[in-house]
Protein backbone atom coordinates (compact mmCIF):
# COMPACT_ATOMS: atom_id res chain seq x y z
CA UNK A 1 0.00 0.00 0.00
CA UNK A 2 2.54 2.63 0.58
CA UNK A 3 4.20 1.64 -2.96
CA UNK A 4 0.69 3.09 -4.06
CA UNK A 5 0.08 5.67 -1.92
CA UNK A 6 3.18 7.15 -1.13
CA UNK A 7 1.38 10.51 -0.55
CA UNK A 8 -2.32 10.66 -0.36
CA UNK A 9 -4.88 11.81 1.95
CA UNK A 10 -6.35 8.18 2.70
CA UNK A 11 -2.93 5.92 2.09
CA UNK A 12 -1.94 4.27 5.67
CA UNK A 13 0.82 5.09 7.68
CA UNK A 14 4.02 3.48 7.07
CA UNK A 15 4.56 0.33 9.10
CA UNK A 16 8.14 1.16 8.77
CA UNK A 17 9.05 4.05 12.06
CA UNK A 18 12.64 4.23 10.45
CA UNK A 19 11.10 6.26 7.38
CA UNK A 20 10.60 9.46 8.08
CA UNK A 21 7.38 11.02 7.24
CA UNK A 22 5.61 14.86 6.66
CA UNK A 23 2.16 15.86 6.70
CA UNK A 24 1.23 18.73 3.82
CA UNK A 25 -1.90 20.44 3.41
CA UNK A 26 -3.09 21.38 0.07
CA UNK A 27 -7.06 22.32 -1.05
CA UNK A 28 -9.69 20.10 -1.87
CA UNK A 29 -10.54 21.63 -4.62
CA UNK A 30 -6.77 20.87 -6.41
CA UNK A 31 -6.86 17.47 -4.83
CA UNK A 32 -10.43 16.75 -6.71
CA UNK A 33 -9.12 18.79 -9.89
CA UNK A 34 -6.18 16.67 -9.62
CA UNK A 35 -8.76 13.47 -9.84
CA UNK A 36 -10.76 14.76 -12.61
CA UNK A 37 -13.57 15.42 -10.17
CA UNK A 38 -15.41 18.46 -10.59
CA UNK A 39 -15.63 20.52 -7.12
CA UNK A 40 -18.79 22.99 -5.79
CA UNK A 41 -18.05 26.35 -5.98
CA UNK A 42 -17.44 27.94 -2.48
CA UNK A 43 -14.41 28.40 0.02
CA UNK A 44 -11.59 25.89 -0.20
CA UNK A 45 -11.53 23.78 2.62
CA UNK A 46 -8.20 22.57 3.17
CA UNK A 47 -7.72 18.86 4.30
CA UNK A 48 -4.75 16.98 5.87
CA UNK A 49 -2.55 14.63 3.20
CA UNK A 50 0.16 12.11 4.51
CA UNK A 51 3.01 11.93 2.88
CA UNK A 52 5.92 9.12 3.21
CA UNK A 53 9.58 9.66 1.86
CA UNK A 54 11.68 7.10 1.92
CA UNK A 55 15.00 8.48 1.58
CA UNK A 56 15.85 11.21 4.09
CA UNK A 57 17.72 12.80 1.73
CA UNK A 58 15.23 13.35 -0.80
CA UNK A 59 13.00 14.98 2.50
CA UNK A 60 15.84 17.64 2.61
CA UNK A 61 15.83 18.66 -0.84
CA UNK A 62 12.28 19.11 -1.29
CA UNK A 63 12.20 20.88 2.01
CA UNK A 64 15.25 22.95 0.31
CA UNK A 65 13.06 23.64 -3.13
CA UNK A 66 12.50 26.65 -3.84
CA UNK A 67 9.31 27.75 -5.65
CA UNK A 68 9.77 30.14 -8.86
CA UNK A 69 9.36 33.59 -8.30
CA UNK A 70 6.29 35.50 -10.18
CA UNK A 71 8.65 38.34 -11.84
CA UNK A 72 10.42 35.07 -13.03
CA UNK A 73 7.19 33.07 -14.61
CA UNK A 74 6.14 36.60 -15.93
CA UNK A 75 9.45 37.52 -17.79
CA UNK A 76 9.05 33.82 -19.11
CA UNK A 77 5.97 34.33 -20.84
CA UNK A 78 6.96 37.45 -22.47
CA UNK A 79 9.65 35.70 -23.71
CA UNK A 80 7.34 33.12 -25.39
CA UNK A 81 4.52 35.36 -26.33
CA UNK A 82 6.66 38.05 -28.55
CA UNK A 83 5.23 41.75 -29.19
CA UNK A 84 1.58 42.89 -28.77
CA UNK A 85 -0.44 44.58 -31.27
CA UNK A 86 -0.19 47.45 -28.78
CA UNK A 87 3.40 47.68 -28.57
CA UNK A 88 3.42 47.23 -32.86
CA UNK A 89 1.45 50.52 -32.82
CA UNK A 90 3.24 52.21 -30.33
CA UNK A 91 6.26 51.73 -32.77
CA UNK A 92 4.87 52.39 -35.61
CA UNK A 93 3.91 55.59 -34.32
CA UNK A 94 7.21 56.65 -32.87
CA UNK A 95 8.50 55.63 -36.06
CA UNK A 96 6.45 58.15 -38.43
CA UNK A 97 6.69 60.73 -35.89
CA UNK A 98 10.65 60.66 -36.56
CA UNK A 99 10.49 60.48 -40.46
CA UNK A 100 7.79 63.42 -40.54
CA UNK A 101 10.13 65.82 -38.85
CA UNK A 102 13.23 64.10 -40.54
CA UNK A 103 11.25 64.80 -43.93
CA UNK A 104 10.24 68.25 -42.58
CA UNK A 105 14.21 68.89 -41.88
CA UNK A 106 15.21 67.79 -44.72
CA UNK A 107 13.07 70.08 -47.05
CA UNK A 108 13.90 73.12 -45.01
CA UNK A 109 17.56 72.03 -45.64
CA UNK A 110 16.49 71.85 -49.61
CA UNK A 111 15.21 75.35 -49.31
CA UNK A 112 17.39 77.26 -47.89
CA UNK A 113 19.87 75.91 -50.22
CA UNK A 114 18.09 77.04 -52.90
CA UNK A 115 17.88 80.60 -51.52
CA UNK A 116 21.65 80.66 -51.42
CA UNK A 117 21.47 80.28 -54.83
CA UNK A 118 19.40 82.85 -55.69
CA UNK A 119 21.07 85.27 -53.32
CA UNK A 120 24.39 83.96 -55.38
CA UNK A 121 23.29 84.61 -58.64
CA UNK A 122 21.60 87.72 -58.24
CA UNK A 123 24.92 89.41 -56.65
CA UNK A 124 26.97 87.84 -59.83
CA UNK A 125 24.01 89.43 -62.27
CA UNK A 126 24.97 92.83 -60.33
CA UNK A 127 28.61 92.65 -60.85
CA UNK A 128 27.79 92.08 -64.27
CA UNK A 129 25.85 95.29 -64.56
CA UNK A 130 28.68 97.12 -63.15
CA UNK A 131 31.16 95.58 -65.07
CA UNK A 132 28.89 95.99 -68.71
CA UNK A 133 28.58 99.76 -67.49
CA UNK A 134 31.93 100.43 -67.09
CA UNK A 135 32.57 98.97 -70.49
CA UNK A 136 29.49 100.28 -72.63
CA UNK A 137 28.58 103.67 -70.75
CA UNK A 138 25.00 101.96 -69.48
CA UNK A 139 23.16 99.00 -67.78
CA UNK A 140 21.39 96.71 -69.57
CA UNK A 141 17.71 95.10 -69.70
CA UNK A 142 16.36 91.53 -70.08
CA UNK A 143 12.62 92.33 -69.75
CA UNK A 144 10.52 95.88 -69.96
CA UNK A 145 7.88 94.28 -67.09
CA UNK A 146 7.68 93.00 -64.10
CA UNK A 147 6.04 89.08 -63.00
CA UNK A 148 5.98 85.40 -63.30
CA UNK A 149 5.25 86.33 -67.64
CA UNK A 150 8.40 88.67 -68.07
CA UNK A 151 11.22 86.33 -66.39
CA UNK A 152 14.05 83.87 -68.26
CA UNK A 153 12.64 81.38 -67.81
CA UNK A 154 8.95 82.38 -67.25
CA UNK A 155 8.14 81.42 -63.79
CA UNK A 156 4.87 79.99 -64.64
CA UNK A 157 6.96 76.66 -66.64
CA UNK A 158 8.80 76.69 -63.74
CA UNK A 159 5.74 76.23 -61.30
CA UNK A 160 4.40 73.82 -63.88
CA UNK A 161 7.80 71.58 -64.27
CA UNK A 162 8.27 71.54 -60.93
CA UNK A 163 11.77 71.05 -61.55
CA UNK A 164 14.84 73.39 -62.43
CA UNK A 165 14.46 74.35 -65.97
CA UNK A 166 17.83 74.66 -68.21
CA UNK A 167 18.93 77.71 -69.58
CA UNK A 168 19.60 77.75 -73.45
CA UNK A 169 21.58 80.82 -74.66
CA UNK A 170 19.64 80.99 -77.88
CA UNK A 171 15.95 81.53 -76.52
CA UNK A 172 14.37 84.56 -77.59
CA UNK A 173 13.62 85.46 -74.00
CA UNK A 174 17.21 84.83 -72.83
CA UNK A 175 18.51 87.22 -75.74
CA UNK A 176 15.85 89.66 -75.62
CA UNK A 177 16.20 89.57 -79.39
CA UNK A 178 12.67 90.78 -80.30
CA UNK A 179 13.26 93.74 -78.06
CA UNK A 180 13.26 97.63 -80.35
CA UNK A 181 15.00 100.82 -79.17
CA UNK A 182 12.67 102.36 -76.38
CA UNK A 183 12.03 102.70 -72.95
CA UNK A 184 14.44 99.78 -70.81
CA UNK A 185 15.54 99.09 -74.37
CA UNK A 186 18.06 102.04 -75.42
CA UNK A 187 20.06 101.03 -78.25
CA UNK A 188 18.04 98.31 -79.27
CA UNK A 189 18.44 94.01 -78.32
CA UNK A 190 22.24 94.00 -79.85
CA UNK A 191 22.60 96.19 -76.16
CA UNK A 192 20.53 94.60 -73.80
CA UNK A 193 19.63 90.79 -72.73
CA UNK A 194 21.23 88.38 -70.80
CA UNK A 195 23.90 87.37 -73.47
CA UNK A 196 25.12 90.71 -73.49
CA UNK A 197 25.63 90.40 -69.88
CA UNK A 198 26.64 86.95 -70.50
CA UNK A 199 24.73 85.79 -67.37
CA UNK A 200 23.96 82.43 -66.61
CA UNK A 201 23.46 81.16 -63.13
CA UNK A 202 25.21 79.07 -61.21
CA UNK A 203 24.74 74.99 -62.91
CA UNK A 204 23.52 76.45 -66.06
CA UNK A 205 19.87 75.92 -64.72
CA UNK A 206 17.49 77.44 -61.89
CA UNK A 207 14.58 76.87 -59.59
CA UNK A 208 14.15 80.78 -60.29
CA UNK A 209 13.00 83.01 -63.05
CA UNK A 210 15.16 86.41 -63.30
CA UNK A 211 14.64 89.65 -65.06
CA UNK A 212 16.78 92.71 -64.83
CA UNK A 213 15.14 96.06 -65.72
CA UNK A 214 17.55 99.34 -66.68
CA UNK A 215 17.25 102.85 -67.62
CA UNK A 216 19.05 106.39 -68.69
CA UNK A 217 17.69 107.85 -65.85
CA UNK A 218 15.96 111.54 -65.69
CA UNK A 219 18.87 113.47 -66.05
CA UNK A 220 19.97 111.85 -69.39
CA UNK A 221 21.57 114.01 -72.18
CA UNK A 222 18.66 113.76 -74.31
CA UNK A 223 15.06 114.10 -72.27
CA UNK A 224 13.21 111.89 -74.96
CA UNK A 225 15.98 108.93 -73.25
CA UNK A 226 15.26 109.68 -69.62
CA UNK A 227 13.28 106.71 -68.45
CA UNK A 228 11.94 105.88 -64.89
CA UNK A 229 11.40 102.88 -63.17
CA UNK A 230 8.01 101.16 -63.26
CA UNK A 231 5.19 101.29 -60.97
CA UNK A 232 5.01 98.00 -59.76
CA UNK A 233 5.46 96.00 -56.82
CA UNK A 234 8.95 95.85 -56.79
CA UNK A 235 10.08 98.23 -58.19
CA UNK A 236 8.20 100.86 -55.95
CA UNK A 237 9.98 98.73 -52.97
CA UNK A 238 13.15 99.23 -54.20
CA UNK A 239 12.73 102.84 -55.72
CA UNK A 240 9.90 104.54 -53.04
CA UNK A 241 8.56 107.62 -53.07
CA UNK A 242 11.00 110.80 -52.94
CA UNK A 243 14.15 108.30 -54.14
CA UNK A 244 14.01 110.55 -57.39
CA UNK A 245 18.29 110.77 -56.39
CA UNK A 246 18.48 106.66 -56.99
CA UNK A 247 17.41 107.01 -60.34
CA UNK A 248 18.10 110.70 -61.43
CA UNK A 249 21.49 109.08 -63.44
CA UNK A 250 21.80 105.34 -64.92
CA UNK A 251 19.62 102.79 -62.82
CA UNK A 252 18.77 99.25 -62.68
CA UNK A 253 17.44 96.76 -60.82
CA UNK A 254 17.53 93.03 -60.91
CA UNK A 255 14.61 90.30 -59.46
CA UNK A 256 14.10 86.84 -58.80
CA UNK A 257 10.90 84.89 -58.65
CA UNK A 258 10.65 81.79 -56.67
CA UNK A 259 8.31 78.79 -55.74
CA UNK A 260 9.86 76.33 -54.11
CA UNK A 261 7.28 74.65 -53.05
CA UNK A 262 5.26 74.74 -55.98
CA UNK A 263 1.84 76.49 -54.46
CA UNK A 264 1.25 79.22 -57.01
CA UNK A 265 2.92 82.02 -54.22
CA UNK A 266 6.28 83.56 -55.09
CA UNK A 267 8.81 85.12 -53.00
CA UNK A 268 10.99 87.73 -54.77
CA UNK A 269 14.70 88.46 -54.65
CA UNK A 270 15.72 91.86 -55.40
CA UNK A 271 18.70 94.13 -55.76
CA UNK A 272 19.32 97.45 -57.52
CA UNK A 273 22.77 99.22 -59.00
CA UNK A 274 22.79 101.04 -55.55
CA UNK A 275 23.06 98.26 -52.99
CA UNK A 276 24.73 94.99 -52.41
CA UNK A 277 21.93 93.06 -50.65
CA UNK A 278 20.05 91.25 -51.86
CA UNK A 279 16.53 91.82 -50.26
CA UNK A 280 14.17 88.97 -49.60
CA UNK A 281 11.50 90.95 -48.14
CA UNK A 282 7.54 90.14 -49.06
CA UNK A 283 6.82 92.88 -51.36
CA UNK A 284 2.95 92.89 -52.85
CA UNK A 285 1.74 89.92 -53.66
CA UNK A 286 5.23 88.65 -53.37
CA UNK A 287 6.27 86.91 -50.21
CA UNK A 288 8.02 84.06 -48.34
CA UNK A 289 5.65 81.27 -47.19
CA UNK A 290 8.00 78.52 -48.10
Known sequence: ????????????????????????????????????????????????????????????????????????????????????????????IILGILATIAIAAYQKQVRSAHKAEVIADLSNLTLRQKTFMAV???????????????????????SADTVPVRWDVTDPNYTAVSAGDGEYFRGGSDLHGFDALRFMPEGGSSWCGYATISGHGTNAADPQYADVPPGTAIANAIFPANSEPYYARDWFYSYALCDFDFDGIYWAFSTAHYESNVNQSSVGDYRENE
Do not use: W
Not at 44 to 53: A, G, L, Y
Not at 56 to 82: C, D, F, H, N, Y
Not at 137 to 157: Q, R, W
Open 1 to 92: MDALFPCGELSPPSSDAARPSVTKIVSVHRQSSDAGVKTPSGPRVMSPIHCDFGDPALLARIVLMKPPRMGQLTRERRSQAGFTLIELMGVV
Open 136 to 158: TGHYASSTACEGENCTYPLMTNV
